[in-house]
């Protein structure tokens, strides 16, 4: 058996944790109605949310939604040296040279297909 709480148990002690409902909402920039409807609806927390009250409230991202960050997920890439890269190779928009790039190919900003 595990000892890893339930999502709805995740969602209760984040509350806990905040200090209240409205604490959390605040976190979440919604309204507190919306927490309530959360909890009382045995909802698990949006997750548009999850990350952001995680960092809050320290409560695992594992615990609130395992449907999407399950436990066996590999680890976030490691940030290395002085300039603070990761030290796997990624893709993405280089905001230095204007380009996009996608595996392989680059795509100058601008450019068309």
Known sequence: MTDAPSPYEAL????????SQS???RICSVGQPA???WLQS????????VLRVETATGVSRHH????IYPLDM?????WTGIDQRPSVRTCGVDRRT???S???NDISKGARA
């Open 35 to 37: 927490v309530w409807k």
């Open 74 to 78: 590999p680890p976030a890439p490691r």
């Open 102 to 104: 996608f595996k392989n």
């Open 23 to 25: 604490a959390l909402a």
């Open 98 to 100: 204007k380009r996009v």
């Open 42 to 49: 045995s909802k698990r927390l949006p997750a548009e949310y």
């Open 64 to 67: 609130l939604r395992p449907d």
């Open 12 to 19: 209760l002690q984040t509350v806990k944790i905040a200090g």
